[in-house]
């Protein structure tokens, strides 16, 4: 089994700054990209960062030059570094990873439980 578990959601004021974290772990072969999205109440969920294998990286326009996502691949951990956050920015934000559990094996998307960062104006 997969686990993927986040952390370092919490409040903080507009302009802020928030990082997250989130821990793939269990039967892992290879990650291949891993990303944050969130969801904000009555909105549906929206791709805020990605970064794969290779360190390409993806970012929502809304995002750009204020989020930075990485990734520390010997740890299997991907982080959201959030600054000058914004109210707008409040949501549940869920890690997700690419993920191949053996070598024959293509890989599938698996989810974290989710983290809650709220950013009050």
């Known amino acids: 089994q997969v686990q993927l578990v986040e952390s370092g959601g919490g409040l903080v004021q507009a302009g802020g700054s928030l990082r997250l974290s989130c821990a793939a772990s269990g039967s892992i072969f290879f990650i291949n990209a891993m990303g944050w999205y969130r969801q904000a109440p009555g909105k549906q969920r929206e791709l805020v960062a990605s970064i794969t294998s290779g360190g390409s990286t993806n970012y929502a326009d809304s995002v750009k030059g204020r989020f930075t996502v990485s990734r520390d691949s010997g740890k299997n951990t991907v982080y959201l570094q959030m600054n000058s956050l914004k109210p707008e920015d409040t949501a549940v934000y869920f890690c997700?990873?690419?993920?191949?559990?053996?070598?024959?094996?293509?890989?599938?998307?698996?989810w974290g439980k989710g983290t809650l960062v709220t950013v009050s104006s």
């Open positions: 997700n990873a690419h993920i191949a559990t053996a070598g024959w094996d293509y890989g599938r998307d698996y």
